[in-house]
């Protein structure tokens, strides 16, 4: 019966780096069902990067980058001897329960996120991560406009008024109205990080009586990650 098992054999290339997207399933619906503060939940979002954490400490990857219900994570070291089914199905089910441990409350129905793969070559890297980071500020701008423009008329025709602005006009109508988006914390509007830093350790060596300095990596979590560059994602390498 093996035979039936028609992808068991499909893998990742030998050698190449991947990201893995995660997106929650149907979490408009969640957010609304869990009564979630808007624009931003902290509640919400601290799941969501203690979720980051746990996946990093067992997948080991280079970068994590999250925001919304979305996480991509970039891997160099593949699990699973790249078997895209093994891949898949344990990163989803793994960011599923983990995301459920950490709310600790009772959900209207299980909570669950989808995962794909996507290889992608070291000049690509950037271009990604600023596609997600774009995806990131047109969130928030969003975000913040419908949140105002709800607070002032019904749902539907919030809706309507939102769906005929440009970024720029929401942007334009927030300021308008007493809302600077450039005082939102950072993480709202460019996402939040996680990755390896090295913190300095000085310690004393008793042999040879005197002060010794060594580094020890840690898990960082950036809630201030700049504009993304080439120069961020070479230093990660």
């Not at 035979?3 to 190449?16: G, M, Q």
């Not at 983990?98 to 009772?106: I, K, P």
């Amino acid at each position: 019966m093996k035979e039936y098992e028609v992808y068991s054999d499909l893998r990742v290339p030998v050698n190449s780096k991947i990201i893995i997207r995660l997106d929650g399933r149907s979490f408009h619906s969640f957010a609304k069902k869990m009564e979630l503060e808007k624009p931003y939940d902290e509640n919400f979002y601290n799941v969501m990067v203690e979720a980051c954490k746990d996946l990093f400490e067992e997948f080991s990857p280079i970068f994590i980058y999250a925001f919304s219900d979305e996480i991509n994570m970039l891997l160099d070291k593949i699990p699973f001897k790249g078997r895209f089914e093994k891949i898949n199905s344990v990163i989803a089910s793994f960011t599923s329960s983990s995301f459920t441990l950490h709310y600790n409350a009772e959900f209207p129905k299980p909570v669950a996120f989808d995962s794909r793969i996507i290889p992608i070559n070291d000049s690509d890297i950037y271009d990604y991560f600023k596609w997600r980071q774009d995806e990131a500020w047109r969130n928030c701008v969003n975000g913040y406009g419908i949140h105002f423009l709800k607070s002032k008329y019904s749902s539907s025709r919030a809706n309507e008024i939102i769906n005929g602005l440009t970024l720029s006009d929401i942007h334009e109508l927030l300021f308008e109205n007493g809302i600077n988006l450039n005082d939102v914390d950072i993480w709202k509007k460019r996402g939040i990080g996680v990755y390896r830093k090295n913190k300095k350790v000085i310690g004393f060596n008793k042999k040879e009586s005197k002060e010794q300095v060594s580094y020890r990596s840690f898990i960082h979590v950036d809630y201030n990650l700049p504009i993304f560059s080439e120069g961020f994602f070479n230093e990660l390498f």
